[in-house]
């Protein structure tokens, strides 16, 4: 059993030496853990999240990690099952997340790659996808494995691994008591309550835009976003500013610039074909010169954040394959009866044959990459995802246990994979539509081995804390990936058939990043001049010691989305400024990041449930017609009713952007309150 509610907890920190840390649960005792409730509450929660952070991923390039606010909702509902005779151990909760929270990470793989097909119209099958995000989600679990006791239990003291801890803290206040839970479900409910209002009803505008005088096609805005919002929170306010400074650069210099610079030419500008920039609106130079700039400064930062952690990625590679051979000399079966349980993790048997069957898989069915000529290809395909992912879960392991989750440079290292895969496959001539499909799936599996690696980390650390059995939680994890993979491709492809990718509501940021990749080495016809200026971007920022990533970000999205995210960050400075003591602060943080991640949960969630009925209802509509939505009444309503008082013109035009930044208000207010109660 756990410890009693009244009991002192053992403190699960994470500074003490491995062999003076006690979990929070004895290694002697043998609570309830790996149970049909904990996994039905982590697949149902990590569902719903799931589909939150994909549709996040498509709409802002970025994913929150998702274990707090699964383990705080898994907390209430086995409260709710308590009522009813049914009592759960904190074992379950964390195996819950555990669950849970691997959707997540399957989630940021696929939508980083997989929308790049859609918008090369090489759509894939559902089986396709599942088959790419089942395999890079067993990969980076089953290669996390062997690592464990090295980087969770040998590296306690040096490796904080800063959300496993934070969600082992949760778990054990939570163990003795609080409500940490009812900011989660808040945050949901409004969440919900504002797409509802502003993507179901339509009943206000989705974005305020305005123009900036003296400057040539310069405008700023705000994105009516609560999950941004929720995001912003959570990143906070030094990251938000230099991901909204990126974005007023975008919008305030380099769109003026461009506007300025073509004001006088008659002829359009590569990569631009029919119109000269003096036609173009500022959405359509940011659609097509911004976009590259953007996307040279995304690319570099990524690069320059994997080049800088190369010594790290070095001493964990060596380190890892160390460890790993010494296990496999130590031991090649099953665990001793002498070890503890809380030591216990799946054999090297497991791994080895999982890793080949996968490998052998990927290279005889012909689904997995696409349309490659033949088992050769396929086969080679499968090596190179093997050695990538083996290399990258290695790397990604260690670094979150330094910078955490939502700082592991995913992205860089799908575009060093993409860069290498295409290279390879340039050289051996592998230049068409072929090509180009099966270096973007190489890249997914690998994105999304390295991704669940730094969940995995986290979740082992936080079992670790706690007194979990390994070889549970190993199994818990597999058991997320195939769960929630077909549910988060489900999920891509209902929001691409109703919105599609690359559109104003679902710009895939992230997917069109790698397609620009793939394409600049396998046809080499990018604009590199408009690259160039990004990559130049990206260097002065690191010269000028600001994060590249976050700035380049920036430049990449529209500045309305970044504002929303600023607004958040903004918001956490104003609550953590002067507090009346430091453990008000934590206390207020905490408060909001779940308050934010029910946000990002609610809208979420509800944004996929308004995918689902655009889709529904464009198979009714006329081919190419507006696709009506149930319930929908549109924001002409409050223009109507303020001429009606007298107000015409712009003044009645302005109307519903006033009334969408009064609503927005309203939910940053609430937002302060959630943080400051009790």
Known sequence: MSNPPDAPPTSPTAGAPPAEHTP?????????????????????????????????????????????????????????????????????????????????SVASGVIFTLPALFMWNLAPELLQMTLLAM???????????????????????????????????????????GARARNVFLGLAAGMGFKFLFGWLRALPEQIKVPVPGLLKAEVGVKMSAALFGVGYILGPRVASIMVAGGLMSSLVIIPGIAYWGAARAEPFFPETELAIAQMSAG????????????????????????????????????????????????????????????????LRVVGVGVIALAVAMAALPQVFGPLPSTAVRLAAAVLVVVCAFFFVTVAARIVGLVGVTSNPTSGMTIASLLGTSSVFLLMGWTDTAGKTAALTVGCVVAIAASIAGDTSQDLKTGFLLGATPRRQQIGELLGVLTSATFVCLTVLLLDRAYGF??????????????LVIEGVLEA???????????????????????????????????????????????????????????????????????????????????????????????????????????????????????????????????????AAVVFIILALAFARCCRSR
């Open 24 to 104: 929070y649960v004895s290694p002697a005792q043998s609570p309830r853990e790996f149970t049909l409730k904990a996994v039905a509450a982590g697949v149902a929660f990590g569902i719903c999240f799931g589909a939150a952070n994909a549709y996040l991923g498509l709409q802002a390039g970025l994913t929150i990690s998702t274990s707090i606010p699964v383990a705080v909702m898994t907390v209430a509902a086995f409260r709710l099952l308590r009522r009813l005779g049914r009592r759960g151990t904190i074992l379950e909760a964390n195996l819950s997340q555990t669950v849970g929270s691997a959707s997540s």
């Open 135 to 177: 395999a890079g989600g067993l990969l980076g679990v089953l290669f996390m494995i062997p690592l464990r006791r090295y980087l969770i239990e040998k590296e306690h003291g040096n490796l904080p691994y800063p959300e496993g801890t934070a969600c082992a803290e949760v778990l054990v206040a939570s163990e003795v008591g």
């Open 502 to 515: 690359g559109s104003p509501e679902l710009p895939a940021p992230q997917a069109t990043l790698m397609k």
């Open 284 to 347: 359509q130079i940011w659609n097509r010169y911004v976009r590259y700039i953007g996307a040279g400064a995304v690319a570099a930062a990524g690069l320059i954040t994997l080049v800088r952690s190369i010594p790290v990625m070095a001493a964990s590679f060596r380190l890892g394959t160390a460890q790993l051979k010494a296990r496999l000399g130590a031991q090649a079966g099953a665990e001793p009866q002498a070890v503890p349980r809380t030591r216990r993790d799946l054999s």
């Open 525 to 659: 016809r990018l604009p590199w001049v408009l690259v160039g200026i990004g990559v130049g971007i990206a260097v002065a920022a690191e010269l000028a010691r600001l994060p590249s990533l976050p700035l380049a970000v920036g430049v990449y999205l529209p500045v309305s989305t970044m504002a929303t995210v600023f607004a958040g960050g903004l918001l956490r400075w104003l609550l953590e400024r002067r507090p009346p003591s430091q453990e008000e602060r934590l206390r207020r943080r905490e408060q909001g990041v779940l308050f934010g991640s029910g946000l990002v949960g609610g809208e979420g969630v509800l944004g996929v449930l308004v995918a689902g009925v655009v889709f529904w209802q464009s198979l009714k509509a006329a081919p190419g017609g507006d696709v009506p939505i149930p319930l929908e009444i549109g924001h002409a309503w409050i223009e109507r009713g303020a001429e009606a008082v007298g107000w015409t013109g712009a003044a009645a035009a302005a109307v519903p952007q006033l009334g």
